[in-house]
């Protein structure tokens, strides 16, 4: 089983308001399509929200509990504005021959203070037995202590983890960088000296840009990979278990 995260980066405009990346959602579609084709079939795809979650969350006040009707109203046009974009996700690997499908997360997870509770996997291993690829994303769910909280895609990623034999994480960067170069690999060993080069995002984000991520995957045992969605063929060679310029990091 892999896991491919299409950064909210990658597939929006992160600056704008509910602006998408098209011309990036079909170059992504096109090299999720050519690893389909060979033979990819046991993936999950969960994107992030980008201009569609991040600004809406910001515009309504939203990041930290939904308690007040305005709230609610907010809380709603997120939701609404992740699933549109899914849709746009959805269409454009379907156009590509791929059978994806859209699974919402705000129907099969409750948080308690911004982290998953229960998580109900059903539906995504019944869409996988169905020969079809699960999409999901970052998402505003139900949250016992706070009314609704955002949940990244980063975090579905990390919760997900546990069946993954590799995880491909699509950025807007061409892996983890420092000091401007890309670092090959992140190991147990040098990760306290990276650590101090991570920090967030630069565009208005709420889940932590590259910190948030790495902080979102150290429990993960499987390898990850972070790698530049602005070079799709990167993104099939990975998925296809070849190498290709990107960040490795085994914990
Ligand atoms: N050391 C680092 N290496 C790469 N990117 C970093 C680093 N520190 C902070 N970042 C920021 O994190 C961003 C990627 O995180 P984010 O915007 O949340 O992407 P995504 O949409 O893929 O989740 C980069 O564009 C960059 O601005
Ligand atoms: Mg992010």
């Known amino acids: 089983m892999q896991l491919l995260k299409l950064g909210g980066s990658a597939i929006t405009v992160k600056g704008g308001y509910m602006k998408a990346n098209s011309g990036s959602i079909a170059a992504l579609s096109k090299a999720v399509a050519a690893a ?5 079939r046991d993936l999950i795809i969960v994107h992030g929200a980008g ?7 910001l515009k309504y006040g939203i990041g930290n509990g939904v308690v007040t009707m305005e709230e609610q ?3 709603r046009e997120t939701q609404e504005a992740c699933e549109k974009l899914s849709s746009m996700v959805v269409a454009a690997l379907q156009k590509q021959g791929v059978p994806a499908a859209s699974i919402p997360p705000h129907s099969l997870i409750i948080s308690k203070n911004k982290r998953i509770e229960t998580f109900d996997e059903k539906p995504v291993l ?4 169905e020969g079809s690829l699960p999409v999901l994303y970052g998402d505003m769910v139900m949250d016992s202590e706070l009314g609704f909280s955002v949940c990244s895609g980063d975090q579905i990623i990390a919760f997900l983890a546990k069946w993954a034999d590799r995880v491909v994480m699509a950025s807007n960067v061409e892996g983890i960088l420092m000091n401007g170069k890309v670092v090959p690999k992140i190991t147990s060993k040098n990760f306290a000296k990276i650590r101090k080069h991570l920090s967030g995002s630069k565009s208005p984000d709420v889940t932590g840009g590259m910190a948030g991520k790495v902080a979102e995957l150290l429990k993960v045992k499987a390898p ?18 070849k190498g290709a310029v990107c960040t490795e990091i085994r914990f």
């Open 126 to 129: 019944e869409c996988l037995t």
């Open 51 to 57: 201009s569609f979650g991040h600004a809406l969350v």
């Open 224 to 241: 990850i990979y972070i790698v530049n969605a602005a070079k799709p063929e990167r993104v099939t060679a990975l998925l296809l278990g």
């Open 36 to 40: 389909w084709k060979t033979g990819v």
């Open 73 to 75: 109203k907010g809380c």
